[in-house]
């Protein structure tokens, strides 16, 4: 074997062999890979601790775990810091379970919506894309730049800053702040 020829085989076994995660972005320091769910993708990741603990507590594992599609707009553990003290534990407590359940799902849309479509809706809309979560809150969609920012309810704005981790059962937007329906 030549090394023209060991050369082109060497580059063949990379692309050929590259891990399932290569396309994906990596989340919390950790591969986030298209054939599995959201759930089994999250619990990987060092920066959704909270995300993953607040998604146990609401009872809604199963349903992020099921077939979807689901576009989950995924606050960090440093999105959960920025509440006020004391919201996230009380949002963990048994009894406000119904409350947190509303928090989680106003970051759930019923769909799979990678962010080129995002902005197409967005620019289609002529600058701004009202997108129904299965909360019943609406996000506004809008970008800054090239970078797509939502809106709650009440006004808060996040900036999604790891876009397109695509999923078995949909896709995860990585988000810098918790949206907030109003209660």
């Not at 290569?22 to 986030?32: F, I, K, L």
């Not at 707009?73 to 004391?86: E, S, V, W």
């Not at 995002?118 to 506004?140: A, F, N, W």
């Amino acid at each position: 074997m030549n090394f023209k020829t060991l050369t082109a085989a060497a580059a063949f076994a990379a692309v050929t062999l590259a891990p399932a995660w290569a396309e994906n972005p990596m989340v919390g320091g950790a591969a986030m890979y298209a054939d599995r769910n959201i759930v089994e993708n999250a619990v990987n990741s060092a920066d959704h601790e909270t995300l993953v603990a607040a998604v146990k507590a609401a009872g809604l594992v199963d349903t992020l775990a099921g077939e979807g599609p689901f576009t989950v707009f995924a606050p960090t553990d440093d999105a959960f810091a920025m509440l006020q003290a004391g919201t996230v534990e009380e949002l963990l407590k048994p009894e406000n379970k119904a409350a947190l359940q509303k928090v989680l799902t106003c970051h759930v849309v019923q769909a799979d919506a990678m962010s080129d479509a995002i902005m197409g809706m967005i620019s289609d809309d002529g600058g701004m894309h009202p997108i129904p979560t299965v909360g019943g809150c609406t996000l506004k969609a809008m970008m800054e730049g090239d970078q797509i920012v939502l809106e709650d309810p009440r006004g808060r704005r996040a900036n999604v800053t790891i876009a397109d981790v695509d999923q078995s059962n949909g896709v995860i937007h990585v988000i810098d702040t918790v949206l907030l329906p109003t209660m």
